[in-house]
């Protein structure tokens, strides 16, 4: 009960610290999620005062991803559902998708049971990531790998939780620290925006 009301209790601490955040500095969030299933929004409009939140689109299959988000077919091709990838790129086409936002979370992963089509993703790995407006044609970018199943058999519940504390904590340090993340430009052309998404989540040669 009590390691139960710790996660409770650290979720609502980082989403009134997120929710002072965002209206003191007057900005606006959009949620793409997946794996986490509109938990997240739902966290946040428990608040009284969420009314920074626009739009939460539960993009749970992978047609909803590409279909009615927005994310482009190729990513999932090549990177795969649960990636860094694609949770960036979910967060860039929310944030197409709704040009009054200035910020878009996204969580991508596995809650559940483990995926048949890519068993080597294990249960409790999720990806979140977070794309913020610098101009016009400019985004930063910031993907996150998690491990959220802290033991076996651990309740959907509890993961997607974690999931929240570790987003709202992510969104927070991408406004409050301009150097955190990649920059990316697009020249107003959304193909190139994902090709240079591509370019810097590549691994550093060694």
Not at 75 to 103: E, H
Not at 118 to 139: S, W
């Amino acid at each position: 009960m009590e390691k139960k009301e710790k996660i409770a209790r650290a979720l609502k601490e980082e989403r009134n610290r997120l929710t002072k955040m965002m209206q003191e500095r007057h900005l606006s969030l959009v949620l793409a999620e997946s794996c986490t299933g509109g938990a997240l929004a739902n966290h946040i409009t428990n608040d009284d005062m969420a009314g920074y939140l626009l739009l939460s689109i539960i993009a749970y299959d992978p047609w909803v991803k590409v279909s009615v988000l927005g994310l482009p077919q190729y990513i999932i091709d090549t990177y795969g559902l649960y990636s860094s990838q694609t949770a960036v790129g979910m967060a860039l086409a929310g944030l197409i998708k709704v040009p009054k936002a200035y910020i878009c979370g996204a969580s991508t992963g596995i809650i559940g049971r483990k995926d048949r089509n890519d068993p080597d993703k294990k249960r409790g790995e999720v990806y979140l990531a977070v794309a913020m407006k610098e101009g016009f044609t400019k985004y930063r970018i910031v993907v996150g790998k998690y491990f959220l199943e802290k033991k076996k058999g651990e309740k959907r519940s509890k993961i997607k939780k974690r999931a929240g504390v570790e987003l709202f904590k992510l969104i927070q340090k991408v406004v409050l620290e301009p150097s955190f993340g990649s920059t990316i430009e697009s020249d107003n052309l959304i193909p190139r925006l994902y090709k240079n998404m591509e370019v810097a989540l590549k691994p550093a040669k060694e």
